[in-house]
């Protein structure tokens, strides 16, 4: 297989997606969700009838997609949950938190960017897509949103790396500021990590999810101590995890430090 090299200054904020979209602003004005019923509608067809189906071909036909350990989401199969997970592709990030999470519908949360798109973007809200806010009215309806559909026993997964790194082998260091909604809300937080591993007769490497959890934020503790404690707990479970990748498609290399 032969291995790109890309070059990174900073883990936190650096992106690597391709995709060159100019996002619109999220402002008081975008409805999260709707009621009416044409709209719950168009969300089973968009989401169970058109995207899942080929999505869940795709991962199997193209990745060899397997995922190990997805019972232990059935551990809170009462509730709602927050998922969070790596980074490591424009498309497969998108599919399989719904892989892990079904029959419950998983909503996700991402940059305006995904409902920007000419045609594509009119569609992801009817998938699952909750975009980030702008200013303080958008923040409001966007909690209500995300509280609603925890209420309503749905998944919330959360991408807290932020940014793609296609095929990346690690897990990059993460902000605890996404790991407040489940502590908000009072309910469970898995993880998801995604590997990458070696196939004999194939370039393409074969996309192995774990999946861990349910974690529960520390009673002892409070505020920002009780936030770190959890991100922590969740961060050292992927980091664990990635341990798993056998073949690194893309190597990436601090800028400034020698390519051993």
């Given at each position: 297989m032969?291995?790109?090299?890309?070059?990174?200054?900073?883990?936190?904020?650096?992106?690597f997606?391709?995709?060159?979209i100019?996002?619109?602003?999220?402002?008081?004005?975008y409805?999260?969700?709707?009621?009416?019923?044409?709209?719950?509608?168009t969300?089973?067809?968009?989401?169970r009838?058109?995207?899942?189906?080929?999505?869940?071909?795709?991962?199997?036909?193209y990745?060899?997609?397997?995922?190990?350990?997805?019972?232990?989401?059935?551990?809170?199969?009462?509730?709602?949950?927050?998922?969070?997970?790596?980074?490591?592709?424009?498309?497969?990030d998108?599919?399989?938190?719904?892989?892990?999470?079904?029959?419950?519908?998983?909503?996700?949360?991402?940059?305006?960017?995904?409902?920007?798109?000419?045609?594509?973007?009119?569609?992801?809200?009817s998938?699952?897509?909750?975009?980030?806010?702008?200013?303080?009215?958008?923040?409001?309806n966007?909690?209500?949103?995300?509280?609603?559909?925890?209420?309503?026993k749905h998944?919330?997964?959360?991408?807290?790396?932020?940014?793609?790194?296609p095929?990346?082998?690690?897990?990059?260091?993460?902000?605890?500021t996404?790991?407040?909604?489940?502590?908000?809300?009072?309910?469970?937080?898995?993880?998801?990590?995604?590997?990458?591993?070696?196939?004999?007769?194939?370039?393409?490497?074969?996309?192995?999810t774990?999946?861990?959890?349910?974690?529960?934020?520390?009673?002892?503790l409070?505020?920002?101590?009780?936030?770190?404690?959890?991100?922590?707990?969740?961060?050292?479970?992927?980091?664990?995890?990635?341990?798993?990748?056998?073949?690194?498609?893309?190597?990436?290399?601090?800028?400034?430090?020698?390519?051993?």
């Amino acid at each position: 297989m032969d291995q790109q090299v890309i070059y990174y200054e900073d883990e936190l904020n650096d992106e690597f997606s391709t995709a060159v979209i100019t996002p619109k602003k999220i402002d008081e004005n975008y409805q999260y969700i709707y009621s009416g019923a044409w709209k719950k509608f168009t969300h089973f067809f968009w989401y169970r009838i058109i995207a899942t189906p080929p999505a869940y071909l795709y991962l199997k036909l193209y990745f060899g997609h397997r995922i190990v350990n997805r019972g232990a989401v059935k551990q809170a199969k009462n509730t709602g949950w927050f998922l969070y997970g790596n980074h490591t592709h424009f498309l497969a990030d998108a599919l399989i938190p719904t892989m892990i999470s079904t029959p419950k519908d998983t909503y996700v949360i991402v940059h305006p960017n995904n409902v920007s798109m000419p045609f594509l973007g009119r569609i992801t809200p009817s998938l699952g897509a909750l975009p980030l806010p702008d200013d303080a009215g958008a923040t409001k309806n966007f909690l209500q949103a995300v509280e609603t559909r925890i209420l309503q026993k749905h998944a919330v997964t959360i991408y807290p790396e932020a940014h793609i790194w296609p095929y990346y082998t690690g897990i990059r260091p993460f902000k605890d500021t996404s790991l407040r909604y489940p502590i908000q809300q009072k309910v469970p937080v898995f993880c998801f990590t995604n590997t990458y591993q070696k196939r004999k007769w194939r370039k393409t490497p074969r996309l192995v999810t774990y999946v861990d959890g349910p974690f529960y934020p520390d009673p002892a503790l409070k505020g920002p101590v009780q936030r770190k404690e959890l991100r922590d707990r969740v961060y050292a479970t992927m980091t664990e995890r990635s341990r798993l990748n056998t073949v690194e498609k893309i190597k990436y290399i601090k800028k400034g430090e020698k390519d051993d």
